[in-house]
C-alpha cells in the first residue's frame, strides 16, 4: 500500500523472477531513470522500496519492472485478526518447491554422469550414451529456470548471472552433442580421463556432459539452500509478527464478545485473562497484574501494572484479569511499528552493498568478454579447441557473484532480525557505519541513566524509633496527597511494610507538607519549617542526614509525631540499578560517556559520581541540547546520544548515532537511529555491539566475495579449473557468505 508524504509518495513492491544480484541492479536502473523516482531493490528480500513524485503511479512502476522482465506487485492486504496474514511459511514453502524438485531431478540424475567420466574403470562400451540420456533431461529440464532468464534479459539487451551459468551449461552440453554425433566420442568404447588441467586434444572425442550436469546440480543446490537461508534469515522479524494476538474478548453494551483483533477499535474496552496476550496497546482501567514482556523488551522480570498503567499488545497476562481500553490498534501499535522499523533496516542498502550492485552492474558483460578473450587466446596459442573451449566454460560458470550481491542483505537481515529478539530496533543499514565511527555518547540523565521517576532511598531515624513504624505512619499520611513527591514517600512505605493505615485526619499544606492522625499519633510530614511551626528541631545525627541528602541533591523530608522529630526521608529519582554496568560496557566499546541534563548541577555531579561519569554537562535548557551536540563534534568527536523524551529529539536526530529509549515519547523514538525497547541503558551497549558485528560480518562477506572472483578468474582463464570444478566453488562460495551471516544469529548481551 502507497503512502504519502507532502508531494511524494513511497510503495513497497514485491518483486518476482530476480535470480541474482545483477537482476536487482538492472531493475533499480530502470526504476531509477524515471521522472521522480527514487528506488532500492533488494535482492535478498524480493522487494523493492519506491519514493515517487504526484506525476507516477504505482501501475506506472510495476509497468516499468515487468517491462524490464520481472513481475511486480504490491504486497497483498493482511487478513484481519492476523498481523502476519499467516500465510507467509506457506507462500514461502511453494516458493522452494518447485526449486527442491529441480534440484533432486539434477542431483539423481547428475551423480551417475560425474561418476562415469571421474572413473574411467566405469566406462563401459556405451557408457557416454547413458550419460547423454541422464544429462539431458538436467540440462533441459532443471536448468530451465537459468535458460529461461536469460533469454529474457537477452530480449531486453541485457546480460545477468543467469545468462553465464545458461550459456556455460548449453556450450558444454552442444559440445558434446556434436562430439558424440560428429566426433569421435560417439564411438563404442571410447574412454577418457578426468582432468583438471589443459589438455592439448582436438577436441573430437571429449563430451563435457559432466560439467553441464554437475554445474546445474552445483547451482541449483546453492540456490536452494541460499533460499532456504534467506527464509531463516528472515524468521526474526516473522516471529514477532506472529507474536500478537488473534482473538479478544471485548466489553459491549456490558456483553463479553469475542471478535478478532482486527475488528477492534481505539476506545474499545477488552478483557485479558490470566495467561492470555495482550490483543493490542491499551491503557490498564480495571484489575492488577504481572505482565510478561519478555517477547518484546528482552527483560525476563514480569511488570507489575494497575490501574492507568499502560500496557503493549502481545504480552502476556502473567497474572490477575485485566480490563484494559484499547489506545492503539493495527499498524499504530508497538508491535506494528516495531516489525515496520525491522523491514526497512532490512529492505535498505549500506554504502558498502551500493559499491557491490554497481560492480555486478557491469560485471556479466566484462565476464563474457573474459570468456571470449581466453577462448580465443588458447586457440591463438594452438592448446586446441577442448583446452580453449573448457577455460571459456570455466570462466563463465565461476564468475558468478552471486555472493557479492548476498553479502549484505543477508547479515542485515539476520542483525536486524537478532536486535528485534534482543529488544533493539536498527532503523537502517547507514546506521551500522556511524555505530563504527562513534566515540563519544552523550546520556540524558531523567528516564535514561536514572528512572524518570521520584523514589524513596534512604530513611534515617532518631535513638530509640523503628523505621517500619516511621514508613507506616508518614506513608499513610503522604498515600493521601497527590504530590509526586508524597506518592514516592507512600509507594516506598507500602513496598516495605505493606498495607498502610488510614489517617483518621488529614490536611494538605502547601508548600509545606501533611499533617493528620493516624493510629491515635498527630502526625507531620514535610519540610523543616513545617516541624518549626510546632516549635520541633531535629536531633543532630536527623540535622546531618538532611544537609547530606541536599548535598547530594536529593529531597530530604522530615517525619515527626507526639511532639517529636523522629526520622528523615530521601526522595530522589533514582539511578537505575544497571546504569554502572551499562557505562563500564560503553567504555569497553571505546566510547567516553558523557551526562547532559537540565537538572541542577549537585544533582548531577551526584549522579555520575553513582555511574562512573567523569564528564557532565548540568542546567542544559532542552533547546540548547543540540547546541552541546554540534559543540562536541565541532570539536571532531562522533557523537552517540541517547535519550528518551519529546526534548531530546531534536537531539537525538543532530547526533551522528541516536539512541531512542523504547520506553520513552514517540518523538525521540521516531527520530533515533536505534531503539531500545526496554529501557534499560545497557541495551545501548548492546545495541552498538550488534551493529559493528553486523558491519563486521558484511565487510567479511563483501571481502571473500571479491576475493572469491579476483582468485578464482584467472585460475579458470589459465584452464586450470573444470567447469563442474568451477561451479561447485561458485555454489559453496554463496553459501559460505550466508551460513558466515547465519552466525549473527547466536550474538548475546554479556551476562
Not at 73 to 98: A, I
Not at 634 to 643: I, K, L, W, Y
Not at 729 to 734: E, P, R, T
Request: one cysteine or more.
Amino acid at each position: 500500500m502507497a503512502t504519502t508524504v507532502h508531494d511524494t509518495a513511497e510503495v513497497e513492491l514485491a518483486i518476482g523472477g530476480m535470480t541474482c544480484a545483477s537482476c536487482a541492479a538492472r531493475i533499480e536502473k530502470k526504476l531509477n531513470r524515471m521522472e521522480g523516482v527514487i528506488a532500492t531493490v533488494n535482492y535478498a528480500t524480493e522487494k523493492a522500496k519506491v519514493s515517487f513524485g504526484r506525476d507516477v503511479a504505482v501501475q506506472d512502476l510495476i509497468a516499468t519492472v515487468e517491462a524490464t522482465g520481472y513481475t511486480a506487485r504490491e504486497p497483498q492486504p493482511e487478513p484481519e485478526g492476523s498481523p502476519s496474514g499467516g500465510s507467509g511459511q506457506d507462500v514461502e514453502d511453494e516458493g522452494l518447491q518447485p526449486l527442491r524438485q529441480r534440484l533432486i531431478t539434477a542431483v539423481v540424475l547428475a551423480v551417475p554422469v560425474i561418476a562415469l567420466a571421474m572413473v574411467p574403470a566405469w566406462q563401459f562400451e556405451y557408457w557416454q550414451w547413458l550419460s547423454l540420456t541422464l544429462a539431458a533431461p538436467v540440462v533441459t529440464y532443471a536448468a530451465w529456470p537459468f535458460h529461461r532468464a536469460a533469454f529474457t534479459n537477452a530480449r531486453h539487451g541485457a546480460a545477468t548471472m543467469d545468462t553465464l551459468i545458461s550459456v556455460g551449461t548449453l556450450a558444454a552440453f552442444g559440445w558434446s552433442l556434436w562430439a558424440l554425433f560428429f566426433g569421435t566420442a560417439g564411438t563404442p568404447g571410447m574412454t577418457h580421463p578426468f582432468e583438471l588441467t589443459i589438455a592439448r586434444t582436438d577436441g573430437a572425442g571429449n563430451i563435457y556432459l559432466e560439467a553441464a550436469a554437475g554445474v546445474t546440480a552445483f547451482i541449483l543446490a546453492g540456490r536452494y539452500f541460499e533460499a532456504r537461508s534467506k527464509r531463516r534469515a528472515g524468521a526474526a522479524l516473522r516471529a514477532l509478527l506472529h507474536l500478537g494476538a488473534k482473538d479478544v474478548t471485548v466489553l459491549r453494551d456490558g456483553r463479553e464478545e469475542q471478535i478478532p483483533v482486527g475488528e477492534l477499535n481505539v476506545g474499545d474496552r477488552f478483557l485479558v485473562r490470566p495467561g492470555e496476550k495482550v490483543a493490542t496497546d491499551g491503557t490498564v482501567v480495571e484489575g492488577s497484574s504481572a505482565v510478561d514482556a519478555s517477547m518484546l523488551t528482552g527483560e525476563s522480570v514480569p511488570v507489575e501494572v494497575g490501574v492507568g498503567d499502560a500496557v503493549t499488545g502481545a504480552t502476556v497476562n502473567a497474572g490477575g484479569r485485566l480490563l484494559v481500553q484499547a489506545t492503539r490498534v493495527g499498524a499504530d501499535t508497538q508491535l506494528a511499528r516495531m516489525a515496520k522499523l525491522v523491514e526497512d533496516a532490512q529492505n535498505g542498502k549500506a554504502a558498502a552493498q551500493r559499491l557491490a550492485d554497481r560492480i555486478s552492474g557491469v560485471f556479466v558483460p566484462v565476464v563474457i568478454a573474459l570468456a571470449l578473450g581466453a577462448l580465443g587466446f588458447w586457440l591463438g596459442n594452438g592448446a586446441g579447441l577442448t583446452a580453449a573451449f573448457t577455460a571459456a566454460v570455466a570462466v563463465l560458470i565461476i564468475a558468478c557473484p552471486c555472493a557479492l550481491g548476498l553479502a549484505t542483505p543477508t547479515a542485515l537481515m539476520v542483525g536486524t532480525g537478532r536486535g528485534a529478539q534482543l529488544g533493539i530496533l536498527i532503523k537502517g543499514p547507514e546506521v551500522l557505519e556511524s555505530t563504527r565511527k562513534v566515540d563519544t555518547i552523550v546520556l540524558d540523565k531523567t528516564g535514561t541513566v536514572t528512572t524518570g521517576r521520584m523514589t524513596l532511598l534512604k530513611v534515617h531515624t532518631s535513638a530509640g524509633t523503628d523505621e517500619s513504624e516511621v514508613l507506616r505512619l508518614a506513608g499513610a499520611l503522604e498515600h493521601h496527597s497527590e504530590h509526586p513527591i508524597a506518592q514516592a514517600v507512600a509507594a516506598g512505605a507500602t513496598a516495605r511494610v505493606g498495607a498502610l493505615p488510614t489517617p483518621e485526619d488529614f490536611a494538605n499544606l502547601p508548600g509545606l507538607g501533611v499533617q493528620g492522625i493516624v493510629d491515635g499519633h498527630a502526625v507531620l510530614v514535610g519540610r523543616e519549617k513545617l516541624l518549626a511551626q510546632w516549635t520541633l528541631d531535629l536531633p543532630g545525627n536527623l540535622a546531618h542526614a538532611k544537609a547530606d541528602a541536599e548535598a547530594a541533591g536529593r529531597t530530604a523530608i522530615a517525619v515527626a509525631w507526639d511532639g517529636q522529630a523522629r526520622a528523615v526521608l530521601e526522595v530522589a529519582d533514582a539511578v537505575k540499578d544497571t546504569s554502572a554496568e551499562a557505562i563500564t560496557r560503553l567504555r569497553a566499546l571505546g566510547l567516553t560517556p558523557i551526562l547532559l541534563t537540565g537538572d541542577n548541577r549537585t544533582v548531577a555531579d551526584a549522579v555520575a559520581a553513582d555511574v562512573g561519569i567523569d564528564e557532565v554537562i548540568a542546567e542544559v535548557m532542552p533547546r540548547d541540547k543540540v547546541e552541546v551536540i554540534k559543540q562536541l563534534q565541532s570539536e571532531g568527536r562522533s557523537v552517540a546520544m541517547v535519550g528518551d523524551g519529546v526534548n531530546d529529539a531534536a537531539a537525538l536526530a543532530q547526533a551522528d548515532l541516536g539512541l531512542a529509549m523504547g520506553t520513552g515519547t514517540d518523538a525521540a523514538i521516531e527520530a533515533g537511529d536505534l531503539t531500545l525497547v526496554r529501557g534499560d541503558l545497557r541495551a545501548a551497549a548492546d545495541a552498538i555491539r550488534l551493529a559493528r558485528k553486523t558491519l563486521r560480518t558484511i565487510k567479511s562477506n563483501l571481502f571473500w566475495a571479491f576475493a572469491y572472483n579476483v582468485a578464482a578468474l584467472p585460475l579458470a582463464a589459465a584452464g586450470l579449473l573444470n567447469p563442474m570444478i568451477a561451479g561447485a566453488a561458485m555454489a559453496f562460495s554463496s553459501v559460505f557468505v550466508v551460513g558466515n551471516s547465519l552466525r549473527l544469529r547466536s550474538f548475546n548481551a554479556p551476562s
